[in-house]
């Protein structure tokens, strides 16, 4: 990531208009109220090389975008929008932004932290010191996810939230993605050490969801459960009674249900959700790297979209993503971060070339899994596995404005050769110029607009530190 210094952030903010004559000191604060996020202006972009992921459209050389109160209004050449901010898009490729399926946002402050041996990996990192956390830390953590998330051109995340150990940590959560500005589904779910006999704060949930429109940034963030399942997790097995009365929850409530599953040979957890009818459309299931034929038709039969997080299933040993088998089956495919404390960063061009390359070399064919095929699986084929392929994740006229600019004319990118190759195979977080977000251009010319870089690294420093300390963390 970039690292603007304070001023060249509150320049870059100037220079874009979006500073109040109040200025903005202060405003972004860890503790204070929400920061105003860049108004929803009207702008077009000219001759860029705009890839739609729109199927019959496809991609439009020297094409214009027209934007206009956070929608897209025309995609097109000469397209006329008097009146419009000009964005000069020659030599930028110009495509829908990233659309995240399955992160931990508040580990985004553990980054790199699963360590050598077996006491210090990911399950006993996460648990140790998520129990160590205080509701500001789920505010730092989400917040320098978010921060990551649009530099890299993510601009949809599913923030699986699994450290709610009170109603304030879901509050400074929830906080940190509304000032944002990014879209995304909050799964809400149990804390780190919850005991497996117990529901989930179903009570806290409820009255989010009866809330929510105080909570969703004007319809930029929804609500869902980050559901334990059936499966034996990190701290035993979860006793029915619990796992069921918080599913039936959610489906009462009518809200979207996500949950990992077959992560580790022999597991058989899609054969029991199948068998006690917890499959469905509204049902995404994670990982899935240990998947039978039988239950690969379950998964299809109902419906349920798949997230595949490459690089936490590859570091932490659960196998390789069955991306073609699932696809085969005609099972909407998302890509995922999962979490950075695998990981190591948000990279969705990195996970792309994971998917791509895995796929082709498991199967032993160049040929198996085309450049634009994952980046329909990182854009609208995404969005259908999230239930948002009509708002967005293509670039159509009526949809949302989420877009992202990325500039060829850098060294890693030039020449200009095949764009969906280039983008899976070459491009990286850096080359992301712009990013927009309903309407709100939340990066511009290589920095974040609404976000202070300086000041979210630094408070999460701190913040990790005395969570260590806290802990008893080496
Ligand atoms: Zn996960």
């Known amino acids: 990531m970039k690292m603007a210094t304070r001023r060249e952030f509150l320049g870059g903010m100037a220079a874009f208009g979006v500073l109040g004559a109040s200025g903005c000191a202060g405003r972004m604060r860890g503790s204070g109220e929400a920061g105003k996020l860049p108004e929803q202006g009207e702008f077009v972009i000219r ?46 490729i110009v495509l829908p932004g990233f659309i995240e399926t399955h992160w931990h946002m508040w580990n985004a402050l553990l980054r790199s932290m699963s360590g050598d041996k077996r006491e210090h990996g990911y399950f006993p990192t996460a648990l140790n010191l998520g129990k160590a956390y205080l509701p500001d830390d789920m505010y730092q953590g989400t917040r320098l996810g978010c921060a990551e998330a649009i530099n890299g051109g993510i601009t949809f995340v599913h923030d699986w939230c699994h450290n709610i150990r009170s109603p304030e940590f879901a509050q400074a959560n929830l906080r940190a993605l509304r ?43 929804a609500l869902g459960l980050a559901w334990r399942g059936v499966s034996t997790g990190a701290t035993g097995a979860v006793a029915a009674t619990a796992y069921r009365q918080d599913f039936d929850t959610a489906r009462r409530l009518g809200i979207p249900i996500s949950v990992h599953a077959n992560n580790r040979k022999g597991s058989d957890a899609i054969a029991l959700l199948a068998r006690d009818k917890f499959l469905g459309r509204d049902v995404q299931v994670i990982h899935a790297t240990w998947v039978s034929p039988e239950e690969i038709r379950a998964l299809a039969d109902n419906g349920c979209p798949v997230s ?5 299933e590859l570091r932490i040993g659960f196998g390789f993503p069955p991306t073609g088998e699932l696809l085969a089956a005609g099972i909407p495919v998302g890509l995922s971060v999962d979490t950075t404390a695998l990981s190591g960063n ?17 199967t032993n064919n160049e040929f198996k899994l085309p450049a634009r095929r994952v980046l329909e699986l990182a854009t609208i084929e995404g969005a259908r596995s999230m239930g948002m392929d009509e708002r967005v994740g293509s670039l159509k006229a009526g949809k949302r404005a989420d877009l992202i600019m990325v500039n060829t004319r850098e060294v890693n990118l030039g020449v200009f050769s095949e764009p969906a190759h280039m983008l899976v195979e070459a491009a990286q977080p ?45």
């Open 308 to 312: 595949l997080s490459p690089y936490t």
């Open 179 to 221: 000032e944002s500005g990014i879209r995304g589904r909050f799964s809400y779910g149990a804390a780190q050490g919850h005991p497996a006999t117990e529901t989930i704060n179903l009570a806290d949930l409820e009255r989010l969801h009866t809330d929510w429109r105080s909570q969703s940034n004007d319809g930029l963030l």
């Open 47 to 92: 001759n860029a090389y705009v890839m739609t992921m729109d199927a019959a459209t496809g991609d439009l050389p020297e094409a214009d975008v027209h934007v206009r109160q956070g929608a897209i209004v025309a995609v097109g050449r000469g397209v006329q929008a008097p009146g419009a901010q000009a964005i000069d898009g020659r030599g930028m």
């Open 346 to 362: 948000a990279d969705m061009f990195a996970i792309m070339k994971a998917i791509q390359n895995i796929e082709n070399s498991r």
């Open 430 to 474: 850096s080359n992301v110029d712009t990013v927009m977000v309903d309407g709100r251009i939340l990066k511009r010319r290589g920095r974040l607009t609404a976000i202070d870089v300086e000041q979210t690294v630094s408070e999460a420093s701190s913040a990790l530190a005395a969570v260590r300390k806290r802990g008893g963390w080496w």
